[in-house]
């Protein structure tokens, strides 16, 4: 028997045996967060708002996790991906909700679609959620609603950054910062969590707050972005003191990991608060130039950049001094309440935002869903990294993205998908022959 009712039994479990219809009603009641955000906000004027300590991770300068891990040891699983030459995986955030488990069920059901597929290499592997998986304080009294039960059948593995909700704690609530969090996705072996309420999924094996995820043809790095409303803060830095440059010692040591082990496939940074949005959370400068300086110090930059807090879907492209282009996904849609991203006139796209310089790389706004749900589903091949976009209101039938983005691995720039054989050919010659015999 673990902590909080829990109970360890060391092998992953994901979807539940049976597939079961959507809730209608959350099971525990959510009080109105009014009171506590006027404390808050009371505490935001008095500038007492500063970034929390987190605990170390498990697994020392870089701690590590592999998708193996993940799914219980299964090496089997692992050259199945590696021979079909592709691995697929879902990104979404923000999908905690307050209203109700509709929302969030409209991308779950959704993503539930992509699992119907003709060609096993296209099914998704795991999920990687990006931040605010509870709200409004990661109480874990509400995981059940906001998160087990929305996944109850998803059949694969979930990751997850943590985000400021995540981190958040009430003036109201004597909690401690990422508790809950930690215990349902950082676990230290497959144990059913007492929030869980009953369902079957597993806690994560995350080492902690920070880490690299090692899969077939990628590596995620997260980061933890804190408990601030705006900006990210992954380290002590300008006004920002009391956490620390762990994060910072650990981004260093896992590109200078990459680079030594000559990784060639997709590099994928994510955390919780973006480097840029034109929604009404501001740019992350601070966190994204001290990201910068150590990239430019290892000499390894990413393929893409992943994050959520803003409530909408924007696709940025960074465009390098050496003519390199790297997207930046906001995908912050998962089921908690979209926003516009201005009561004014919609922007316009593509359009640039940011001029380049001696100091600063040239920035594009490219696209936006502002009016929606939505997710990411994420294709990696030896080649190519492609990130697309699915809003929730097609429905499971539609596996067309409303929006999408191919980077070329090697030259890390935006090109166009090469695509696969997916068994159109194949069926199209069955067909053709059959009427060639029959005369036809």
Not at 217 to 224: G, N
Not at 255 to 284: C, D, M, N, Q
Request: net charge neutral.
């Amino acid at each position: 028997m673990a902590k909080n009712g829990g109970r360890t039994i060391g092998i992953p479990v994901f979807a539940q045996p049976e597939p079961t219809a959507d809730p209608t009603t959350f099971k525990v009641n959510h009080p109105s967060d009014g009171p506590a955000y006027a404390e808050i906000d009371a505490l935001n004027k008095a500038h007492k708002i500063v970034p929390l300590p987190f605990p170390a991770p498990r697994g020392g300068l870089e701690p590590t996790l592999t998708l193996e891990e993940v799914f219980g040891g299964n090496k089997a699983a692992i050259q199945t991906i590696q021979q079909s030459g592709q691995i697929v995986f879902h990104s979404t955030g923000d999908c905690g909700s307050l209203r109700g488990p509709v929302t969030e069920d409209l991308v779950t059901d959704k993503m539930l679609g992509d699992f119907n597929e003709s060609l096993p290499s296209e099914v998704p592997q795991f999920n990687f959620l990006l931040g605010d998986i509870v709200y409004s304080f990661g109480e874990g009294q509400y995981y059940y609603d906001q998160f087990y039960d929305p996944y109850r059948n998803y059949p694969a593995p979930i990751l997850a950054a943590a985000g400021n909700h995540d981190g958040m704690v009430s003036p109201l609530a004597h909690a401690k910062s990422l508790d809950a969090y930690l215990r349902n996705f950082c676990a230290s072996s497959f144990m059913i969590s007492g929030d869980a309420g009953g369902l079957s999924r597993t806690a994560q094996i995350q080492p902690g707050v920070f880490f690299t995820f090692e899969a077939p043809f990628v590596r995620i790095i997260a980061l933890y972005s804190n408990t601030l409303e705006d900006p990210g803060v992954i380290a002590d830095g300008g006004p920002y003191k009391g956490i620390g440059t762990s994060q910072l010692a650990f981004l260093e040591a896992a590109l200078t990991r990459v680079k030594k082990e000559k990784f060639s496939g997709a590099l994928i940074f994510a955390s919780h608060h973006p480097a840029y949005t034109l929604a009404r959370h501001g740019w992350s400068i601070l966190m994204t130039s001290q990201i910068d300086k150590i990239c430019e110090k290892v000499g390894v930059w990413p393929t893409a950049v992943l994050a959520g807090h803003a409530h909408n879907y924007q696709r940025f492209t960074r465009t390098r001094s050496d003519g390199t282009q790297i997207p930046y996904i906001v995908c912050g849609n998962g089921g908690h309440n979209f926003q516009k991203l201005t009561t004014g006139s919609p922007p316009r796209t593509p359009q640039i935002i940011q001029a380049r310089s001696k100091t600063t790389d040239q920035i594009s706004f490219d696209n936006y869903d502002d009016a929606d749900y939505g997710y990411l589903r994420i294709k990696v091949t030896a080649t190519q990294l492609r990130l697309e976009y699915h809003p929730a209101s097609d429905g499971q039938s539609v596996k067309t993205p409303d929006d999408s983005v191919t980077v070329d691995i090697q030259t890390r720039a935006l090109g166009h998908f090469v695509a696969r054989d997916l068994g159109r050919l194949a069926v199209a010659e069955k067909v053709r022959k059959k009427r060639d015999e029959q005369g036809g």
